[in-house]
């Protein structure tokens, strides 16, 4: 199985603030990358998809960057309802796909 | 697109199976494939398996190979989730989605609890 490694594990920032998520693959996914965001309580929700793509309704504040094994999501300027835990995916291969362990985004 | 409405929650004993169900409405069963993911208490996301329902086609993760079936049911476009040999490690909310693969329709969650 392709492995996902996310940094940091928590990330604690405040309102206001830029936010860079990492995630890295353990062998190239291509464009083959998506994030996650979770809160609890309630399902996971699509934010990007092909590394850069933003899934429908989601505010142009967060972007999605990288190829091959290193990729990004960034948070421009953090709003209250962005601090949630967010989780990278990688669909290279339809019968093995995996997430990251997540980073929580936590409130300074 | 359509919705996914999954069952409620279950308590089951260890070593017992249990069903999950997904109601599909709109296109999703006859254009989409059905992803399950799960996540244990603490815990990150676990991708299960996944069905494309029009033809019945199915794969499971590794882990979960022998342990878990997914099946779908045309006449009420509803796929269903069965895990056997229930321990106290699934112990999860399981949730079904819509996979592009990536996921961007997905259902609200069903507990399964596992407790002697």
């Known amino acids: 199985d392709i492995v996902m490694t996310q940094s940091p594990v928590i990330l604690s920032l405040s309102p206001g603030e830029r936010a860079t998520l990492s995630c890295k693959a353990s062998q190239t996914i291509f464009s083959n990358l998506a994030w996650y965001q979770k809160k609890p309580g309630q399902p996971p929700r699509l934010l990007i998809f092909g590394v850069s793509t933003r899934a429908t309704g989601v505010p142009d504040r967060f972007s999605g960057s990288g190829s091959g094994t290193d990729f990004t999501l960034t948070i421009s300027s953090l709003q209250s309802e962005d601090f949630a835990l967010y989780y990278c995916?990688?669909?290279?291969?339809?019968?093995?796909?995996?997430f990251g362990q997540g980073t929580r985004l936590d409130i300074k | 697109q359509g919705h996914l409405v999954q069952s409620g929650t279950e308590l089951e004993q260890p070593g017992s199976s249990v069903t999950v169900s997904c109601q599909t409405s709109?296109?999703?069963?006859?254009?989409?494939?059905i992803m399950w993911v799960r996540q244990a208490p603490g815990q990150g996301l676990e991708w299960v398996g996944r069905?494309?329902?029009?033809?019945?086609?199915?794969t499971y993760a590794q882990r979960f190979q022998g342990r878990v079936n997914l099946i779908a049911d045309t006449s009420t476009k509803t796929v269903k989730m069965q895990l056997n040999g229930l321990t106290l490690e699934d112990t999860a909310i399981y949730y079904c989605a819509t996979g592009r693969p990536h996921m961007d329709v997905w259902g609200n969650g069903s507990a399964v609890i596992v407790s002697s």
């Open positions: 069905i494309i329902p029009r033809m019945g086609v199915t």
């Open positions: 709109g296109d999703i069963f006859r254009t989409l494939t």
């Open positions: 995916q990688q669909y290279l291969d339809w019968s093995s796909i995996t």
